[in-house]
Every structure is written in C-alpha cells, then in structure tokens.
Antibody
Framework: QVQLVQSGAEVKQPGASVKVSCKTSGYTFTDYYIHWVRQAPGQGLEWMGRINPKGGGTDYAQKFRGRVTMTRDTSISTVYMEMFGLRSDDTAVYYC??????????????WGQGTLVTVSS | QSVLTQPPSASGTPGQRVTISCSGSSSNIGTNAVEWYQQLPGTAPKLLIYRGNQRPSGVPDRISGSKSGTSTSLAISGLQSEDEADYYCVAWDDRLNGLVFGGGTKLTVL
C-alpha cells in the first residue's frame, strides 16, 4: 500500500536549521507531487509548498520563500524539507502529503504521520 | 487571517444535521475545486470530500459537500460522536499560485 513515513521529532535552537525527510513507498515516486503542510500547536493547517519528484521543480508559499528548500532523492524515493533560521513560531508538526491528480481534480492521499519540530533555547 | 474563512466552531446533538461553511473568492473557490478534510486529535488529516461534492470510498453518504459561487459547505447528517473533530476546507488559489486552507472548524457533538 502507499505509505509516506517521516523522520522523527527534532528539537532545535533558534537560528538553526532542520531537515525533515519523507520516505515514500507503494507507488511510482515520480508520478505524484509531494506537498508539505505544517500545523502549529492548537492552530490550523498551513500550506508550505510542493515538489515535483520527476524533475525536482518546486513552488513555495510566499511566506516560506528563501527560508525553505524542498529536495528529493529519486534513488530512495524520498523527499526532504529543510527550513533555515528557525524561530520559536516555527514550532509545529510538519506533514508531507502525496497529491493525487485525476481528470483535473486533486486531493491529498495519503499523508505522512507528521514530524514535530520544536524550536527552543 | 486565513484566505478561506470558516467558523471556528460548530456543534450539534446526535442525529442532527450540521453544516460548516467555507468562504473564499474568485481566485480560489470561485474557480477551483474544493476539498474537505477531517482531523482527529493527534492524527493526520483525512480526505472527506474532493471536487466540491465527491466522496472517496469509505466516507459515508451522510457526509456531503456543496458549492455556490465563492462559498462552499460541508454537511454532516445523522451526527455521531465519532464526528467530533476539526474540519478544514482547501483550494488552489490562482492569484497566490498555491494552496490555501480555511482556518478550521472544531465540531462538538453535545
């Protein structure tokens, strides 16, 4: 079955960077975009951006441009999200999700289990 | 603050019908398909509705979606205690060139 398995929780100091991985399995890696969505404690979902695993092209939400980089390694069917210059308000659960596209319609399925990133001194 | 506007909370008693609204603009809901997700505490979101009113397999038909202009709604009839969760609408925004989420609605079953 299709699975997205993310790396474990991280604790970082302000100003540091973090790299979260999302290992995919059960489908052809290059056939589906992977998106990243985050959720601060007690808050809603926030779209961060997406990567096309086929060519590596990316699109980022304006808020994260210049501070987030999404990459992929096709040899191990894994996508990465790296965030720089961490601040306390970056404390959140970070999700990766596969974007299904059928006949002009899209949806997320499945989602990774989420990775908690805590930024604290 | 969210591009798509949802009420922060909704509630109903078991068996009732509840609707959750999601308001946007011509650049998102007015032009593009809407999805709805349910999120139980401590878990990843789960797809409920895509293309505004389509249910994936496994989602009961007491859950439905509708759209009118730049607004969309999620309806849950025959409310059950297991429906207590957070609900989010999401759509592509052509002006922002990205996905936008609603702020989420916490549904309480009284």
């Amino acid at each position: 079955q299709v699975q997205l398995v993310q790396s474990g929780a991280e604790v970082k100091q302000p100003g540091a960077s973090v790299k979260v991985s999302c290992k995919t399995s059960g489908y052809t890696f290059t056939d589906y975009y992977i998106h990243w969505v985050r959720q601060a404690p007690g808050q809603g979902l926030e779209w961060m951006g997406r990567i096309n695993p086929k060519g590596g092209g990316t699109d980022y939400a304006q808020k994260f441009r210049g501070r987030v980089t999404m990459t992929r390694d096709t040899s191990i069917s894994t996508v990465y999200m790296e965030m720089f210059g961490l601040r306390s308000d970056d404390t959140a659960v970070y999700y990766c999700a596969r974007r299904v596209a059928v006949a002009g319609t899209n949806w997320f399925d499945p989602w990774g289990q989420g990775t908690l990133v805590t930024v604290s001194s | 603050q969210s591009v798509l506007t949802q009420p922060p909370s909704a509630s109903g008693t078991p068996g009732q019908r509840v609707t959750i609204s999601c308001s946007g603009s011509s650049s998102n809901i007015g032009t593009n398909a809407v999805e709805w997700y349910q999120q139980l505490p401590g878990t990843a979101p789960k797809l409920l509705i895509y293309r505004g009113n389509q249910r994936p397999s496994g989602v009961p038909d007491r859950i439905s979606g509708s759209k009118s202009g730049t607004s969309t709604s999620l309806a849950i009839s025959g409310l059950q205690s297991e429906d207590e969760a957070d609900y989010y609408c999401v759509a592509w925004d052509d002006r922002l060139n990205g996905l936008v989420f609603g702020g989420g609605t916490k549904l309480t079953v009284l």
